[in-house]
C-alpha cells in the first residue's frame, strides 16, 4: 500500500501575472522551481490563500530570477495579481518510506518571490 505524501511546497507567493489566454499551466520562476526541487510538468496544487481557490496544474519553467509567478489559461480566473499562494507537490510512497522522509519546503518573500538569503 502507499499513500500520498507532501513532497515539495513553496510557502506563499504572489501572483505576478494572470494570462487567460495561454494554454494552461503554472509558469514559476526557475529558481523557485529548482529550490522546491520540482521538475517541469510537475503536477502541482496552488492554494490560494486570499480565496481559498484550490486548483491542480502543471508547472512550467519561468525566467530566471524574475519572480514570475504567473497562472495561465482557466486557472487564471481562479487568483488575482497580488494574491498570495501555496504551491504543493505530492509523491505516492509506502508508510515506511513516508516515516523517514523530509518534505522540502521554501519560503520564499512574498512580495517578491525572490529566495531569501
Not at 501575472?17 to 499551466?25: K, M, P, T, V
Not at 522546491?36 to 480565496?51: M, P, Q, R, T, Y
Not at 480566473?77 to 518510506?97: K, N
Amino acid at each position: 500500500m502507499t499513500i500520498e505524501v507532501l513532497r515539495a511546497k513553496i510557502h506563499r507567493v504572489s501572483i505576478t501575472e494572470a494570462d487567460l489566454n495561454y494554454i494552461g499551466s503554472i509558469t514559476l520562476d526557475r529558481d523557485l522551481v529548482e529550490a522546491a526541487g520540482l521538475v517541469e510538468g510537475e503536477k502541482v496544487h496552488v492554494l490560494n490563500v486570499n480565496n481559498g481557490n484550490r486548483l491542480v496544474t502543471y508547472v512550467i519553467l519561468g525566467e530566471r530570477g524574475s519572480g514570475q509567478v504567473c497562472l495561465n489559461g482557466p486557472a487564471a480566473l481562479m487568483a488575482s495579481v497580488g494574491d498570495v499562494v501555496i504551491v504543493v507537490a505530492y509523491a505516492h510512497m509506502t508508510l515506511e518510506e513516508a516515516k523517514d522522509f523530509k518534505p522540502t519546503v521554501i519560503f520564499p518573500d512574498e512580495r517578491t518571490n525572490k529566495l531569501l538569503p
